[in-house]
C-alpha cells in the first residue's frame, strides 16, 4: 500500500507523464507537495487556485476521491486550458491526503462531433457538464449528490478548525394538496421560488443550500451556532411568506416546516445529523407546521 512518504518520493516520476502533480489535503484546501510547469500561479498556498476562484469548486473529485475512498477522474478548464483531472486518495498517513495527476488534454481530447474549433464552447461545455453533476435542474441549487459528497468534508472541517457546524432540513407544508388542488405546475413554480430565495440567500463557501429530495431542503452553515442557525431558519420563513404563486388567477401561499440540529465535536456522521435534523423537521409537523423546532449536541 502507498504511503504519503514514498508519494512524496515518486512525484518526479510521475512528471513525466503528467503535466501536474500535486499531493493535497482536500478538507484544509492545501497543496503539501506539488510539482508543475503547466501553470504560472503560484499553487504551494491554497490547492484550489488553479481554478481561479480561492474555494472547494462544486464537483471536487479530491473531496470525492477522500471520502469515499476511491480513485475519480474530471475533466476541469483555466482559461486557456482543458485539463483531465484524476484525484487518488492516500492511506494511513492520519490526515486526509490526495494525490492530483493533471494532464493537458486541450489538443488530444476528442469528443462527439461537429465543431470544436472554439475555445470558449470547450470551456462552456466542461463547465456545463460538471455543474450538472452537482445541480438540481428544477432549483438550481445543488443536489442530493452535492450533500453526500460535502457534508461529511464539512463536519470533517468542523473538527480540524472547532467550530460547530448546523444542519438545517425544510419541508414545504402540505405540497401534495396544492398540486392536487392547482396542479403539479403549482408545486413546481414553489419549488423554483424557494430555490431562488435560498440561491440569493447561501452564496458563501461556508453556507450552502441543497435539494434533498422531493419537497425538502437541506442547509448546511458552518461555524454557526443554534442561535445562528435559528435566525437564519427564520429569514427563510419569513421571505417564504412573501412568496406569492398565482396559478389560474387563483393564489397559492407555500410555508415550511423547519428542522435545526448543531453539533461541535459530537462524533456524528453525516447521515446522522441528517437524521436528527429531519426529526426536529417532522416535529415542527406535529406541531402545526409553519414553524421551526431545533436542538443541539451542545445543550
Known amino acids: 500500500m502507498i504511503t504519503l512518504d514514498k508519494l512524496q518520493k515518486e512525484l518526479d516520476f510521475f512528471r513525466k507523464m503528467y503535466d501536474i502533480v500535486r499531493i493535497v489535503d482536500p478538507v484544509r484546501k492545501i497543496v503539501l507537495d506539488y510539482r508543475e510547469n503547466l501553470l504560472d500561479s503560484d499553487t504551494a498556498t491554497t490547492c484550489y487556485d488553479y481554478w481561479e476562484n480561492g474555494k472547494i469548486c462544486d464537483n471536487c473529485v479530491s473531496v470525492r476521491a477522500y471520502k469515499d475512498n476511491v480513485s475519480f477522474m474530471k475533466l476541469e478548464h483555466t ?91 425544510m419541508d414545504i407544508d402540505n405540497l401534495k394538496e396544492i398540486n392536487d388542488e392547482h396542479g403539479h405546475l403549482a408545486g413546481d413554480e414553489i419549488l423554483k ?80 445529523m441528517i437524521e436528527l435534523a429531519d426529526r426536529q423537521m417532522y416535529i415542527a409537523k406535529k406541531r402545526g407546521k409553519d414553524c421551526i423546532v431545533r436542538t443541539s449536541s451542545m445543550i
Not at 486518495?89 to 494525490?99: D, H, I
Not at 466542461?126 to 464539512?154: H, K
Request: glycine share 6%; with cysteine; proline share 4%.
Open 79 to 169: 482559461p486557456c486550458h482543458i485539463m483531465m483531472v484524476m484525484a487518488i486518495p492516500v492511506e494511513n498517513t492520519g490526515e486526509p491526503v490526495v494525490l492530483e495527476l493533471f494532464k493537458n488534454a486541450t489538443d488530444s481530447m476528442l469528443f462527439g462531433s461537429g465543431d470544436y474549433s472554439d475555445g470558449v464552447f470547450w470551456h462552456d461545455f466542461v463547465s456545463n457538464i460538471n455543474d450538472m453533476i452537482v445541480r438540481d435542474s428544477m432549483t438550481s441549487l445543488y443536489n442530493r449528490r452535492f450533500i453526500d459528497d460535502r457534508l461529511p468534508v464539512e463536519i470533517v472541517k468542523s473538527v480540524v478548525k472547532d467550530w460547530p457546524i448546523s444542519v438545517i432540513m
Open 193 to 272: 421560488g424557494i430555490g431562488k430565495i435560498l440561491g440569493e440567500k447561501f452564496r458563501s463557501e461556508h453556507f450552502w443550500a441543497a435539494r434533498y429530495g422531493g419537497d425538502e431542503f437541506l442547509i448546511c452553515l458552518a461555524n454557526a451556532d443554534s442561535d445562528q442557525a435559528f435566525r437564519t431558519a427564520e429569514e427563510i420563513r419569513s421571505s417564504l411568506k412573501q412568496l406569492n404563486v398565482k396559478i389560474r388567477a387563483k393564489d397559492v401561499n407555500p410555508t415550511l416546516s423547519i428542522g435545526i440540529y448543531t453539533a461541535k465535536d459530537s462524533g456524528l456522521t453525516a447521515e446522522e
